[in-house]
Structures are given as C-alpha cells and as structure tokens.
C-alpha cells in the first residue's frame, strides 16, 4: 500500500481491469486508499466513484463481480492494473468490455 502514489491524483489512482484468462480490457475504474484496501481484504474489486462521491464493489447489485488475482502497480506507482475472473459482464451497458466501440466509425485512421 505504501509504494501507491494517491498524493499525485488527488487521492485517486486509476485502475486498469483486465481479464486473467483472455486479457481483454474490461474497464477502467478509480480507486482511493480505502477502495484498494478493500480490494485486498475481500478478493473482490472496489473502487471510488467519482460522480457518486463513495466506495463500491464491483457487481453487488448486478452480481458481475470481479475476483481479484493479481495486482500490479505501474512504474511511476500512480497506476494499478487488476487481473480479474469477471463473472458476467464488466460494462453497466450489457457489453463483456467497456471497450467496445471505436472512436469514430469508419474513420480512415481507425487503427485495427
């Protein structure tokens, strides 16, 4: 918990989600000390919203939780990646990722 720089993002650090099997990004989240403490104490994601001002677990509600398996810690120490077993889905909208939609449809710098 020490190596993490909350101080650099406001007490915030973002946090990449990928998957353990596939290593498909599901989403990005922020996480405050709390959220990461959390995160280590049950074995399942938590993370700050910033819109709703509070911790929360990933999928009580909707039940796609997330089993943490791994965190890593980039080399600036300001980032998290977390390797998941995601149950069900990781976007709000019924998607596997929140990555599923390109910036721009049919752009001709659309990279594949």
Not at 56 to 64: I, L, P, R, V
Not at 66 to 85: A, F, G, H, S
Request: net charge neutral.
């Amino acid at each position: 918990m020490e190596k993490i720089n909350f101080k650099k993002g406001n007490g915030l650090v973002p946090v990449v989600v990928q998957d353990v099997n596939t290593r498909d990004v599901l989403m990005v989240a922020y996480a405050n000390r709390e959220a990461v403490e959390k995160t280590i104490e049950t074995g399942y994601a938590h993370y700050f919203s910033r819109s709703r001002n509070e911790l929360w677990m990933k999928g009580k509600t909707s039940g796609h939780v997330q089993k943490v398996r791994k965190i890593l810690i980039d080399c600036d120490e300001d980032t998290l990646l977390y390797l998941v077993e995601q149950t069900g889905v990781a976007c709000h909208t019924g998607n596997w990722s929140c990555f599923y939609r390109t910036l721009a449809e049919g752009d001709k710098n659309e990279i594949l």
